[in-house]
C-alpha cells in the first residue's frame, strides 16, 4: 500500500491510497472499504466509511463497493479525505502516516502520508 501526494480543494485533504501486489504474489480480489487510523502527528482517528465524499468515492449511480481484482498489472485504489479545519475554523493536527487495513485481510500497514484533517472518511477500494 502506498499513498500519492495529498490533494486539496475549497479547505478539504485527501490521500489515495493505492493497493498492489507484491513481487510474485498470485492474483487477489479486494472488496469493500480498507480501515484507516491516523498515525504519527495528532489524535488517533478512526476513519469512517463512506461511499462517496467531496474528493472521491463511487460515483453516485453506484452504491455498494464494487470487487476489484489485484494482479502484478492491476491495482486497487482508496480515497481518504477529511476537512483541514474543524467547525470552529482552527486548522486540524497533520499526520505523516495512516495505518492501513486493506479489506478482508488481517495486515495493518504504516503508510507514509501527509494529511491534515479533523475528521477522516475513507472510500471503497476501485480499480485504479
Known amino acids: 500500500v502506498t499513498a500519492a501526494p495529498a490533494q486539496a480543494a475549497?479547505?478539504?485533504r485527501a490521500v489515495t491510497l493505492t493497493f498492489s501486489l507484491a513481487?510474485?504474489?498470485e492474483a487477489c480480489t479486494l472488496t469493500g472499504y480498507p480501515?484507516?487510523?491516523s498515525g504519527?502527528?495528532?489524535?488517533?482517528?478512526h476513519a469512517k466509511p463512506t461511499l462517496r465524499g467531496y474528493m472521491g468515492g463511487l460515483p453516485n449511480?453506484?452504491?455498494?463497493?464494487?470487487?476489484?481484482t489485484l494482479s502484478l498489472a492491476d491495482q486497487g485504489q482508496a480515497v481518504v479525505e477529511g476537512m483541514a479545519t474543524d467547525a470552529k475554523g482552527d486548522q486540524c493536527a497533520s499526520y505523516?502516516?495512516?495505518r492501513v487495513n486493506p479489506p478482508n485481510t488481517i495486515i495493518v500497514l504504516t503508510v507514509p502520508a501527509t494529511i491534515d484533517a479533523c475528521e477522516l472518511q475513507v472510500h471503497p477500494v476501485t480499480a485504479g
Open 10 to 12: 475549497v479547505g478539504h
Open 23 to 25: 513481487g510474485g504474489a
Open 35 to 37: 480501515s484507516v487510523e
Open 40 to 45: 504519527a502527528g495528532g489524535p488517533d482517528i
Open 61 to 68: 449511480d453506484v452504491d455498494a463497493p464494487p470487487t476489484v
Open 96 to 98: 505523516s502516516e495512516l
